[in-house]
């Protein structure tokens, strides 16, 4: 049995459709729904993590299967693979092989989870670390594809905890107004995110645009303000 097949076999250990069934109901996976026909087989994100870790040494090209799969986990556990040789590798080349290979299969990161467990610690930090053009993610944010925006901003979480606070605010200006909720939670969450650390450079982007932000994005920039605060920026 090859690798690829006995990592299918393992997660399916763990499979509880019980569980399956409300996930695809938490991630809307309906007809005409943002997942649409994606599957689950019921595991807890630590039972994926746990097979992730176990298998990290997989081929690449068994990755790239994983993240074709139907099934959720199954690609789960291809980003968490990912995310972790990224963490653990040392040589600049090394990270360059799995930001090349992660923006090559994006196709596969399609829902609201896989891109932010992922985006942050392989497209953020590498573009933090070596310094090369971040004006793709400006691209990505002006695109169709829903997963492409929630990964342009997502990807800006690095810089934050950085406090490099620039792209955000740009992508944020961007997205401002977007037409999916995902991408209002995403830019409200990142904008939390940025007062958390500077709450001058939070409320200087709120001021100027709080009036016509969505009110989902708002309310999540504004979460942990002050009651008195928070209320008077929702009496717009």
Known sequence: MDKLESLRKDLRKFERPEKAKALQWFFKTGKGEYAEGDRFLGLKTDETRLMARRYLDIR???????LKSKIHEERACAVMILVRRFEKARLPAEKK??????LKNLKGINNWDLVDISAPKIIGRYLWESGESRSFLYDFARRANLWKRRIA?????WFIREKD???SLKIAGILLQDKH???????GWMLREIGNRNLEVEESFLKEHYKK????????AIEKFPEEKRLKYLQK
């Not at 092989?97 to 992660?102: L, M, N, S």
């Not at 909720?181 to 830019?187: N, R």
Request: glycine fraction near 0%; charged fraction near 35%; aromatic fraction near 20%.
């Open 97 to 102: 092989e799995i930001f090349d290979f992660y």
């Open 60 to 66: 690449y090209e068994d990755i790239r299967e994983l």
């Open 165 to 167: 606070f620039k792209d």
């Open 213 to 220: 932000m969505p009110r989902t994005m708002l309310r999540y």
């Open 181 to 187: 909720d995902l991408i209002h939670k995403a830019v």
């Open 153 to 157: 901003i997502m990807s800006t979480f």
